[in-house]
């Protein structure tokens, strides 16, 4: 009963604050990287160094007035936020976290679900998110947010193909779907899948930042351009809703690369002798860091790049990431038969 | 062109496609000000814009012909407001062209000084937000760091930074301060280390490269033809700048180069501004080595007269020929005409010859090429 209920009830709440508290200062973070590459200082003011300032947003969120424009469709308007947060945050439930914690003589497994098909479970939730932002630029029966959503449906749908692609190599190295099976079948190869396929990790990567809609691949809330993408017409909590599935689905995207090309909770270097006090620093600190190192890429990226043009993002995604994800497929078979 | 697409009777074919007109602007994040475009796309293609201005018309030209001649300058000031400078400087050259004054030659020295550490500003304000239009942010940030050392510097010599009010009919108002030239030696030596960074994140940056090559596109012929002036005409291949051709102030006492593109496209106009920034820098380094001593203020009478009469003058401001047509009756205290020809005013024409064809993406980044201020246009 307890070890059945109790547990993964807990191990829900926890992960589901763990992640909102995550989400909120990486909004912080983002906004003191830019500032630090940008030689400002960034929030400064609520708290030390800011450091209180996600706590300011989210009041300020809330007690917006939440508008809903006349001509709007007032169901699709209220679901689609909605549609586009939940995916966001149940896509954290088959991510192992870490291998198993001990506490108070019980043995917990450090994920909410080890489900057997976990990775084509991401996969599947993360598309739901899609539905979301399409209904959403389309029930504000305004012409930028429209833009917007055309955009950002053809944008995610032509990026998902080759980030699943990418996943099939991935599946095919480990033989197994199960995200925890993933990360124990890089421990017992002895090397991290981004090096057995750094192909298939860079354009996982690539397409990560175009499904996250982050630049250069914001297009479909490219401020100077649509003013606000898809959200233009939205305000108070269900602005706040596409502000936290978006930076939620960057640590998913981000905690997805550490899981299958990094190793997950495992420390690097397990062979080097002189290195092997990295081993008592517990995996979920591991899989924290490396986690952070992707999300502080995805930062810098923004801070550093201009933002590509439709046809362009288009022309990439269509021309060159998926044919070389099919590529990379094809390879991996032929050397997976013949080694 | 009406803004509302034409409703007809006549029954539509079962699958059929509709031009969306999109209103952009006047509160628009990347119109530099208040800028309104009414956009006929299909899908994302322009197939043709309307420019609607007069959101920033304030009627300065009017107010011009009811103010006395000193008054004006600060008038000019709010035309083109991130180059103040050379607003004034045209202005008061055209009014002592009027009056057949002689300028001492440090003022003059000091007007090019002004002038140029302005072009600098200006170019920078401008390269910060075209570059921020496109999506880089952190260029933005760069570029504002080192105008404000120009603000400062601006600031120091005449105390305001942005309406400047710094120049007379017949000089300057005040010498330079103590140590002034050599605050801006230090600034040009700051401005040719930072330049480079801006260039480390843009010139072969793949998707800068993507964004702006052949975006835009405007031959020699056509940029005459629609009346082109400044970094655009001169991108275009062009080699037109007053400062050469008709030379005022002290230009003819320094070398510095044209730079001239060759394609004509948005690539081209940057590259030709950040030339510019570099060669004001070689002018500014000229100006303070061979800066004359002497008097700074011609003798001019306490009440400002012309006599009747009309003259036109141009000069080189950083967008472009900016030119004062002035007519006096030589009775009055006041103009009796007083005429603006603005650069942005004439470069914003070509806009919708420019985004026929391109994306709605294009759209921002081409308003950023020809570098508008609305307060110029709309005046």
Redesign the interface.
Known sequence: MIEAVIFPLIKIVIVFAAVLVAVMYVVLLERKVQAWVQVRLGPMRVGPHGLLQPIADALKLFVKEDITPVRADKWVFTAAPVIVLVPALIAFAVIPFANQLSLFGYTIPGRVADVNVGLLYIVSVASIGIYGIILGGWSSNSKYPLLASLRASAQLISYEIAVTMTLVTVIMLAGTLSMVGIVNAQLAKGWWFAFAQPVAFFIYFVGGLAETNRAPFDLPEAEQELVGGFHTEYSGMRFAFFFLAEYANMIVVSSVATTLFFGGWLAPFPNVSWLSWLGYIPGWAWFGIKTFVFLYVFLWVRATLPRYRYDQLMRLGWKWLIPLAILNVVVTGFLKVLL | MSHVPVQTDAPRPMFDTDE?V?NMGPQ???THGVLRLVLRLDG?KVIDADIVIGYLHRGIEKLCENRDWTQIVLLTDRMDYVAAATNNLGYVETVEKLYSIEVPRRARYIRTLLSELQRVASHLVWLGTH????????VF??CL?ERELVLDLLEEYCGARLTLNSMRVGGQPFDLPPDWAKKVLAFCDIQDRKLPEYEH??TQ?R??L??TRNIGVISAAEAIGIGLCGPPLRASGVNRDVRKDEPYAAYSEFEFDIPIGTRGDTYDRYLVRLEEIRQSLRIIRQAVAGLPEGPVMAKVPRLIKPPAGETYHAIEAPKGELGYFIASDGKSVSPYRFRVRPPSFCNLQALPRLVKGH??????ALIGTIDIVLGEVDR
């Open positions: 969306l999109i628009h994040p990347s994302e570059a921020m239009d496109i999506g880089a942010v952190t940030l760069f760091r994140l843009l940056n998707i800068w993507e964004r994306l709605v993406a294009d759209v921002v």
